[in-house]
């Protein structure tokens, strides 16, 4: 198994457009989770999936954000009109259940200019 | 809600020496979990320790040990023999009962390991 695999690895894009992201979890896995990372800080929660179903969004997440995971296997988060401040590094983890260790991609960073 | 705080935004060790990095946390839950990961630059995050809170033992993982004050709210990681390779951004976090993957994460603690 090659883990949590997340691309594209950087996004350039301008102020308004839309940018997809894509995460693939390890495969045995029914959990994953998106977070956002900025610059010097720690990772903030903003939704996460069991199989398809996606259970729980974060404020953060706003009606511009909307997350997919068709089938229960690959995950990809949309970013609409995109805007300076949702630069950031954006991470996906994914885990076996509940109460597995959650396994980290390498984050796809996104820079709107 | 649930809140970690990491009061060393850095943090150095010589080569062989032990440093400790802090961690605080505030809850109302009874059942949950603290970790600690290690973010090296450009890498992914890699989980370095857990702690049950239901478990009084200090949980150790080869040269990573915690010391875990449930009272005072604390969650302390202790790095021995430190070796470069150590050297990375790391991340206190918090889980609820739940599910171990939803994460609420501190600041961070830039660690630099001198030679």
């Known amino acids: 198994d090659t883990g949590v695999s997340q691309n594209p690895r950087h996004k350039i894009t301008k102020r308004g457009q839309n940018v997809t992201f894509r995460c693939d979890p390890i495969?045995?896995?029914?959990?994953l989770y998106w977070y956002r990372q900025t610059l010097g800080q720690g990772p903030e929660f903003l939704t996460y999936f069991q199989n398809e179903a996606q259970l729980e969004k974060s404020r953060l997440l706003s009606d511009r954000f909307s997350a997919e995971r068709p089938k229960g296997s690959f995950s990809t988060l949309e970013i609409q009109r995109t805007e300076q401040g949702d630069s950031a590094m954006y991470l996906c983890?994914?885990?076996?259940?509940?109460?597995?260790?959650?396994?980290f991609g390498q984050g796809t960073r996104l820079t709107v200019v | 809600a649930q809140t970690v705080t990491q009061s060393q935004p850095e943090m150095s060790v010589q080569e062989a020496e032990t440093v400790t990095l802090s961690c605080t946390y505030d809850t109302s839950e009874s059942d949950y979990y603290l970790f600690w990961y290690k973010q090296p630059p450009s890498r992914q995050m890699i989980l370095v320790i857990r702690?049950?809170?239901?478990?009084?033992q200090n949980a150790t993982e080869n040269r990573f040990s915690v010391n875990f004050q449930k009272a005072a709210k604390s969650f302390s990681l202790k790095i021995s023999d430190s070796q470069l390779g150590d050297a990375a951004m790391y991340f206190c976090a918090y889980a609820g009962g739940t599910s171990y993957g939803k994460l609420t994460f501190g600041q961070g603690t830039i660690l630099t390991v001198h030679p």
């Open positions: 702690q049950e809170a239901y478990k009084q």
């Open positions: 495969s045995e896995h029914n959990r």
């Open positions: 983890a994914s885990s076996f259940q509940g109460r597995g260790e959650a396994f």
